[in-house]
DNA sequence: AATGAATGAGGCTTCATTCAT
DNA sequence: CATGAATGAAGCCTCATTCAT
């Protein structure tokens, strides 16, 4: 995410390019922009974008392992470094999950639901990679609940496998996104993570929103 | 849905196009989707469809309202007509959208997820209505599965509320559209339908797929 | 040839674009005109355009298919009906071509070669079919050719073969329309005209240009 | 031709780029060819092609000039410089551009017409320079064939004028390469060939494909 | 109630060309 | 001498929409 630090000037602006468009179309979906705008917001030429992308749907597809890298660096990883038992794991993610939902509504006014579903939903029949890198991001999102799953087995002696705990923590967060945006309510994500905490046995943790500056 | 029942040739006509355009927008997505492709799918001169909307957008609408519809009649109604106790309701529910998704499949070689959460995706931003009239039709999904929880927990003696768990159980399917339309795998609605059943404590019914003909 | 006649509204518009194409692709190459610059000189929307022609290629074969048809018709088909010996025919069908390009050099200063054989060569490699297409009208012209050669041979005991005469009959004539647009002289014309005569036996017979209003 | 044999390695670099985009041009024609297109196969940065070339209108002159050259080099000059007599001269003219045909359409499936005249019909509207270029090396062509045509007038007794036989002889080869072209087939320009032969009193000399190896 | 025909605006893409290194 | 990067203009095509019948 540290563009400055990309070694050539090609990828940095590449980068720029991805970067802008994971926004644009976040917002305003994959049809709801058009290439003009996105070189427009990247203040680039629309040439350029052409030479670093074959068409708008390559762009599309960086767009989303762009969002996936970020989200599984930035929420996952980033949760598991910081705590090891699986409630402030999970509650770790579902915090940071929400404050980028109240972060949302308060700059922009709106929610925007998730933007990998969002292009795989819009793109999916068109384009099978794109699908498949969606897929393949929820995949490794699983693999973490699924983790923080087993640890909560282990701790509170529930019976019930963590492969099929990790995949209903997986559609519950699907179902966060879906919800929150079709509300225009961030605490529908809070409402998920706290089912999620109840689901794993930790019904007395609540998940609390952090003081935000 | 009985389209040769309506009075006027005129109401006809509009039904035939909505479910058309319905069927498109849901495989395609809204923006894939051509006015001129509606038309010739209805086998109808593309100057009828705008007599009856007002302009694309419009026809979208009323393809959400439409499948908004047949999904409460067909799905929950009908589950709630044909049962009585919560675990069967839930199962009924759970099996319907299942065997829809293996039609699908089996059909077209795809899955394309829900059809109204992927609309109101793609349109929400520009069309604030559009989400508006998801959101209405996910509360009445939401208020049917609260009854179901509210059976669930005055029959299982759970302690949770039962407003929270219709919120799950509503959030669950969503992900469970989400990660079978993701994976190209109608067993994820089975996985949530059995995640659902146990989260009401009923851990012993499995949803088990009807043998269709 | 007659638009008015034409039974649609459509297929007058239609005709009135290829007829206008093909002046434009016949004096500036079918790379050197854009579609926005036919719709211009047709006073026709683009979109009307597209209406007509899958993409700017088939807009081209049908240019093509005009060309050869307004050729057979115009040139040898007429000078067949008008003539019957085969030196009348043959001077017939120089002193057409010759008075079009004096005609093209008077009102546009300049002459473009023969418009079937431009496009050939300039779509052949893209477009298979023009050249299927151009190649058919040229096995009609050297058809109407070998008759004229066939006459002359029994007319003056030549002892060559007509199919080879009505080749290299052919072969002039293209060579005229070459060789009148590089040296920018339609005078090209007359001498292949001329040459044609001899080679038939005809070596009293000469061309000249007739008095034109 | 001998690009090694140029002194300057810019010279070097000029004459590989010409002879690069001669080749492409002939086979997909000036506007069917990116300048890009020009440097890949040239394996040049395109900012070289413009360090060499004002536009690239310039390069197809030199492209002009380089076949211009070639043609009269290899097929002209040469047949002059083995050859005496004008029925063996004329014979190795068409011998070798038969031989190139079929060596053409061996190597790609095609056969591309004759290099000069292509570009000439395509830019010759937009820079008379081609034209000019195109008309000056034809009359070096009809220079060559006018000499044989004397000879057999001398030998043969012919009672037409070398001039007008020189320029028929143009223009059948004109006709030869528009008909190989069209047809696809080689065999056009034995014919042709057979054809000149025969117009100078040569009936009997007929053109053979010579073993190729 | 319905249709064939037409249109303006805008989308995606590519081109020839130049700049800075 | 050569290159990686960038650009403005233009090209082809499609879309949503309307008109006249």
Redesign the pocket.
């Known amino acids: 995410m540290d563009f400055a630090a990309l070694p050539?000037?090609?990828?940095r602006?590449r980068a720029h390019i991805v970067a802008t468009a994971a926004n644009l179309f976040w917002r305003r979906s994959f049809?709801g922009?058009?290439?003009?705008?996105v070189a427009d917001a990247a203040?680039?030429?629309?040439?350029?974008i052409?030479?670093y992308f074959?068409?708008?749907?390559d762009l599309a597809l960086a767009v989303v392992r762009f969002n996936g890298a970020v989200t599984i660096e930035t929420v996952f990883a980033s949760s598991f470094d910081i705590y090891s038992s699986p409630q402030d794991r999970l509650a770790a993610i579902f915090r940071f999950v929400y404050g980028a939902h109240e972060t949302m509504l308060e700059e922009s006014g709106d929610i925007y639901g998730c933007p990998i579903v969002g292009l795989a939903l819009e793109l999916g029949q068109d384009m099978p990679e794109i699908r498949k890198e969606a897929q393949h991001i929820f995949d490794q999102v699983e693999n973490y609940l699924t983790i923080i799953a087993r640890d909560a087995v282990d701790n509170n002696g529930l019976n019930q496998s963590p492969e099929m705990l990790g995949r209903t923590l997986t559609q519950l967060l699907h179902g966060a996104f879906a919800s929150a945006r079709l509300a225009g309510a961030p605490s529908r994500i809070l409402d998920a993570g706290n089912a999620s905490l109840a689901l794993l046995g930790f019904a007395d943790t609540q998940i609390i929103q952090q003081e935000r500056v």
Request: net charge positive; hydrophobic share 25%.
């Open positions: 050539t000037k090609g990828e602006t049809h922009v058009s290439v003009d705008l203040q680039v030429n629309k040439a350029t052409y030479r074959a068409d708008k749907g």
